[in-house]
C-alpha cells in the first residue's frame, strides 16, 4: 500500500465535491453535461445499505451461485455462492450480481433518481431490467480498464472497503486504443513509478465507505481493491449522456438496436419532467 500512497500524491485527482446535498439540476449541470468525473464524499454518507450490507447479511441473502471471475483477465472462472467466495475465493477473483434487483434485497435500496435511467423500465425496445451491479471484491481484486457498457455514465457507491480508480481523460482515448496494455491497471500497479511519470498519466481516485463516483462513459478507467470492498453500481442513459451512447449503436450498425435507443431517448424526452430531487442534507424532494 505504500507504493499506492505515493501515487495518490503524485497522481492528479478527479474532483472531490463535499457538498451535504446535491439536486439533479446542480448534479446535471455540474457533472452530468459537461460529461466530469465526480467523488461525492458527503450527499450519499447515509443511504441505508451502507449499515445494511455488512458480509454476513449479504452472504444469507444470496444463496445461489453465481458465475466469479478471475480479474486478472485470463478468463478463468469459478461458480460460486457469496458465503463460497467469500471463505475460498482465489485471490484476485470478483464476484459480481444483478440478484439485488429482486427478492429480499430488493427492498434494502432505492434507484437515486438523481441518475435516472431512461433504458430501465422503458416501454421502448426490449430491455433487460436495471443496468445495476453488486460487486463484492476482495482485496486484490480488479476492474480492468475499459468504457462502460454502451458507453453509458456510471455511478459506484462503496458500502464498505477501500479502492483506488484510475481515470484517463479521454483526450487520451485514441493512444490508449493503441496499446490497451500500456494504460492498464496490472501496469500502473507493477511499477507505479513509472505510471507516476508516463506522458499520458490517470487521474486517480480513493474511495472510501459511503463515498459516490460518478464516471461519464467516454473515460476509460480500472479500478482495484485495496481492501475487501462492497459496491453498489449502475449504469444509466438519461438526457446528460444520450447523444454518446446513441453514437456507441450507431458506430455498430445493428439497424433494430438503433431504433430501440432512437425510441428509448424519444420516450426519454416525453417523460422527462427535470423535476427537483435532492439528496443528503436538507431532502428537499
Ligand atoms: O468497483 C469496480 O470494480 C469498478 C466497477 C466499474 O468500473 C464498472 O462497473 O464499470
Known amino acids: 500500500m505504500t507504493q499506492l500512497d505515493s501515487l495518490?500524491?503524485?497522481l492528479n485527482n478527479i474532483t472531490i465535491d463535499s457538498s451535504p446535498g446535491l439536486t439533479k439540476e446542480r448534479f446535471n449541470e455540474m457533472y452530468g453535461y459537461p460529461g466530469l468525473p465526480v467523488l461525492f464524499t458527503q450527499a450519499f454518507r447515509e443511504l441505508p445499505i451502507r449499515e445494511k450490507w455488512t458480509p454476513g447479511y449479504l452472504m444469507n441473502a444470496l444463496p445461489e451461485k453465481e458465475a466469479v471471475e478471475d480479474s486478472a483477465g485470463n478468463g478463468r472462472?469459478?461458480?460460486?455462492?457469496?458465503?463460497?467466495?467469500?471463505?475460498?475465493?482465489?485471490?484476485?477473483?470478483?464476484y459480481k450480481t444483478s440478484r439485488h434487483c429482486e427478492g429480499a434485497l430488493s427492498g434494502d435500496w432505492v434507484p437515486l433518481d438523481l441518475f435516472d435511467c431512461w433504458y430501465a423500465g422503458t416501454k421502448a425496445g426490449t430491455p433487460r431490467g436495471r443496468l445495476s451491479w453488486l460487486y463484492v471484491g476482495k482485496t486484490g481484486?480488479?476492474?480492468?480498464?475499459?468504457?462502460?457498457i454502451w458507453w453509458t455514465s456510471a455511478w459506484n457507491y462503496l458500502v464498505s472497503g477501500l479502492k483506488v480508480w484510475f481515470i484517463y481523460p479521454p483526450v487520451y482515448n485514441d493512444f490508449i486504443k493503441e496499446d490497451m496494455d500500456a494504460f492498464c491497471v496490472k501496469k500502473i500497479l507493477e511499477?507505479?513509478?513509472?505510471?507516476?511519470?508516463?506522458?499520458?498519466?490517470?487521474?486517480?481516485?480513493?474511495?472510501?465507505?459511503g463515498d459516490l463516483i460518478f464516471i461519464p462513459g467516454h473515460y476509460y478507467h480500472g479500478v482495484y481493491n485495496i481492501a475487501d470492498s462492497i459496491s453498489l453500481t449502475e449504469n444509466f442513459v438519461n438526457e446528460t449522456n444520450y447523444d454518446l451512447v446513441r453514437t456507441w449503436f450507431r458506430s455498430r450498425g445493428n439497424r433494430k438496436n438503433i431504433n430501440s435507443i432512437e425510441a428509448i431517448v424519444k420516450e426519454g424526452f416525453s417523460n422527462n419532467a427535470f423535476t427537483t430531487k435532492t439528496y443528503g442534507h436538507g431532502h428537499e424532494n
Do not use: F, K
Open 141 to 148: 481484486s480488479q476492474s480492468e480498464l475499459h468504457r462502460d
Open 191 to 209: 511499477n507505479p513509478d513509472a505510471a507516476a511519470e508516463m506522458t499520458y498519466r490517470p487521474l486517480i481516485c480513493v474511495q472510501r465507505p
Open 77 to 94: 472462472m469459478l461458480y460460486q455462492n457469496l458465503e463460497d467466495y467469500l471463505r475460498e475465493g482465489p485471490a484476485g477473483y470478483y
Open 8 to 10: 495518490v500524491g503524485r
